[in-house]
């Protein structure tokens, strides 16, 4: 039996025993990329994974571990390609559900009326699957919270799901770096992001731009390549209009291009972090950093092993008295320039 610690983790990254990956769903991308007829052989979970569609054009997949490879049960559902990984073998429990997005109103699974096609990108990282993953408590943990403009931020870790609620001016590295002219900016973010399990979260976004609101959905995924290396993707679709408005799929491009690159950023930063000052800044047992690890742990061990401490109600609130003040006092002196002499500060 493999397990971990399930006690807090201190200045350790919140991943378990490097010979044992987590149990639970993985994306392993766009579902079309993989029916072109031949058999994908990708490098994940420190072995082969083969992925080719079978005689009934069912996406299959299989890890081919020297002499017992072993068949997963596979996902397809919204345009993407899951897969369920689980040392014991076991299959994918009922409790534990990949949420469907679309409503399945064009053609194919992946097409929709309501919704535009995703907008994918993938990037491979030299890190641990639990470095990123702290993106998800970045803001709650950070002593400098109370400096943003956030107006609002909530993690709850409860069962197999991490959720994060974020209100607030989206900080500028998610803003389109090289935007269309005159194209609008985004002011203004409500998002609800949960991971189902450890490698798949998914944000439903409400956007308040200059001249509309735009609503987004942000799939963000991981799966390990092996110890320290890892395939990071994400998928960005957007609510169209009848017909849909061509900027809506380029800011949507653009948006999963910029949400990439922050994610990526920042788990660059935390390891350039730690190489400086040679270990992790210690965490209270009652952090958010703290009880990330706790939870997280849970997909490490034996199901039959997964304590109460891993899986017990946690949350965690930032006081955003101060950035809310500021904000609006910010905003009530933008509109009033703007109502005065048409401009708007920077």
Avoid at 63 to 81: I, K, N, R
Avoid at 281 to 287: D, K, L, P, Y
Wanted: hydrophobic letters at 40%.
């Amino acid at each position: 039996m493999v397990r971990v610690d399930p006690q807090p983790l201190g200045d350790q990254s919140p991943h378990a025993d490097p010979a044992r990956y987590a149990r639970g769903w993985h994306c392993l991308g766009l579902s079309h990329r993989f029916r072109d007829g031949g058999v994908h052989r990708l490098a994940a979970f420190g072995v082969t994974l083969q992925v080719q569609a079978d005689g009934q054009d069912q996406l299959t997949a299989r890890l081919e571990a020297g002499h017992s490879p072993q068949d997963l049960s596979c996902l397809e559902q919204d345009g993407l390609f899951y897969v369920w990984h689980d040392p014991q073998g076991n299959p994918p429990p009922q409790d534990l559900t990949i949420p469907r997005l679309r409503s399945g109103t064009g053609a194919e699974d992946d097409e929709d009326l309501e919704w535009s096609a995703w907008a994918w990108k993938e990037t491979t990282l030299a890190a641990s699957t639990g470095q990123v993953m702290e993106h998800v408590v970045h803001l709650a943990d950070s002593p400098h919270v109370t400096e943003s403009e956030q107006l609002y931020f909530k993690n709850v870790f409860e069962g197999q799901l991490a959720t994060q609620y974020f209100e607030g001016p989206l900080h500028h590295s998610y803003q389109l770096q090289d935007p269309a002219p005159n194209a609008a900016t985004i002011q203004l973010a409500d998002s609800v992001a949960s991971y189902y399990g450890p490698a798949v979260m998914i944000a439903q976004l409400d956007y308040v731009m200059q001249d509309r609101n735009l609503d987004a959905i942000v799939l963000t995924a991981h799966y390990p390549i092996d110890e320290r290396h890892l395939v990071l993707m994400t998928g960005v679709m957007v609510r169209t209009e009848q017909p849909p408005a061509p900027e809506l799929k380029t800011a949507a491009a653009g948006h999963a291009t910029q949400i990439l690159r922050s994610i990526t950023g920042a788990v660059r930063a935390q390891l350039d972090d730690a190489a400086a000052t040679g270990c992790r800044a210690a965490r209270g047992a009652s952090s958010p950093v703290a009880a990330l690890h706790r939870w997280y742990s849970q997909f490490f061990v034996d199901e039959q092993d997964v304590s109460p401490q891993m899986t017990e109600r946690f949350e965690y609130e930032v006081d955003t008295t101060m950035p809310m003040d500021l904000w609006t006092r910010s905003s009530a002196r933008n509109l009033i320039l703007r109502r005065v002499n048409g401009k708007q500060l920077a």
